[in-house]
């Protein structure tokens, strides 16, 4: 399995030719470093949350405007979908679905606490090799995933809290999202200390760029 990062929390995962995508929200496109056909052709999407940064109606007609991926989320996400004229097939907490060469675990991960009030999270994890939580550290895993897609900048976590999941966790790899708040020139410090701590627990800190992947085979 290959993964690519499109910019905040949206990951692209391929396999056997098929594309999978998880959150490609309006933070991957505002700045048009972007576009959401850049994402390519997709076999399926999966989305973890409503906050526009993970889900963006406009970016997802876009996206399937050509070719309609299986858009896959939990039935909070799937009636707005449906309010958008989108269809989407509903996954509950626990389920477990086979979508292509992709086995797909719908995780229960409580949304970060926030001022305001928050709305449901599912995470997945993806043939048992990827754990996406979207926008949670709050969450219990049936088994300890290859790589974990870790949010390492948000108003809900600390960067203390997200590596203690990390290093609880101990994944071969972190790919770090939830990174499009942070200015070039602090990211680039806020990675440092994530590799640091990591780095010293025997766990990869793989930041990837546009145009990176990282092979987890």
Known sequence: MRVEKYLHSC??????????ALDPGAFSFVEEKLRPEDLG????ILLTHEHPDHYDPEALKAITQNRAPKLITHETLHKRLEAEGIPSLVIGEGDRLEEGVFTIEAIRALHGALPIAVPFNLGYLISGTLFHPGD?????LPENPRALALPIAAPWLTLKDALAVAL???????????DAIIKDFMLERIYGMCEKVLTQAGIGFIPLK????????
């Open 11 to 20: 990951l692209v995962l391929i396999e056997g030719g098929k594309r999978l």
């Open 41 to 44: 052709v997709l076999d399926a």
């Open 136 to 140: 949670s550290l709050d969450f219990s």
């Open 168 to 178: 609880c966790i101990k994944p071969q790899y972190v790919i770090p999202i939830h």
């Open 210 to 217: 546009l145009g990176q992947s990282l092979d987890l085979d």
